[in-house]
């Protein structure tokens, strides 16, 4: 799947580091969500932008903030972040025009926690 | 209980049989819905969707099931292929929104060679 691309693939911090996720996507989608994968859990949505503003908020603690500057573009920024937000992080986009139309995933960012 | 569940965490299949996995999901107004192939290292892939005004839909060699009567959802897969292997997620729009999507747990399938 080259439609979304998220970088970068594998990510250790320590808990006192800042850093960002990048989410890329070219499938001319008006939609993105952040989603949090833990082992043995289903996918956690955490935040949703439409047309760049942000139209949910899945109860995400303060030290997890997104950005989206563009339709195209998508970041987390990360601070102070707890040994129990290592998880993969995965990044979607989907056209929000028109009747349901499915999310495309990128293949996530793998964040491990010191 | 979470609103979308599988009824098998695991399914092990000989390469050339069929493959049929289920889904439950507990919200009748759920009105679209997905399933995704996730293999090792990678993200959620689409397969397939169908939407609640549908009760069959069929892709290549994956056909999706939809049974609103007892809410029940399941991907068929014909002469599964080892690259198959992988977890696989039905995921609802349960949000009354194209964007709000209730994953499952997914069911890993593993094909024998």
């Known amino acids: 799947e080259t439609g979304v691309t998220q970088t970068p693939r594998h990510l250790v911090m320590g808990m006192t580091n800042k850093k960002s996720l990048k989410c890329e996507q070219h499938?001319?989608?008006?939609?993105m969500y952040w989603y949090k994968q833990s082992a043995k859990k289903p996918l956690e949505l955490m935040f949703v932008?439409?047309?760049?503003?942000?139209?949910e908020n899945n109860s995400v603690p303060s030290r997890f903030s997104p950005e989206c500057p563009n339709s195209s573009h998508l970041f987390l920024h990360l601070h102070t972040l707890q040994p129990e937000d290592s998880a993969l992080y995965l990044c979607?986009?989907?056209?929000?025009?028109?009747?349901?139309?499915?999310?495309?995933f990128g293949d996530g960012t793998r964040l491990s926690i010191l | 209980g979470e609103s979308v569940g599988l009824h098998l965490p695991t399914l092990s299949v000989q390469e050339g049989d069929n493959s049929i996995i289920n889904c439950a999901y507990s919200n009748s107004a759920s009105d679209y819905f997905i399933w995704y192939k996730q293999e090792s290292g990678k993200g959620p892939q689409f397969i397939i969707d169908i939407r609640s005004n549908m009760d069959k839909r069929q892709g290549q060699r994956v056909t999706v099931l939809l049974n609103k009567t007892v809410k029940h959802l399941s991907l068929q897969i014909a002469a599964t292929q080892p690259g198959d292997s992988a977890v696989y997620f039905c995921?609802?729009?349960?949000?009354?929104?194209?964007?709000?999507?209730?994953f499952g747990k997914g069911t890993l399938l593993t094909v024998n060679p």
């Open positions: 932008y439409n047309f760049k503003e942000q139209t």
């Open positions: 979607a986009s989907s056209n929000r025009q028109g009747s349901n139309q499915p999310q495309h």
């Open positions: 499938l001319g989608h008006n939609a």
């Open positions: 995921a609802e729009n349960s949000g009354g929104s194209n964007y709000k999507l209730t």
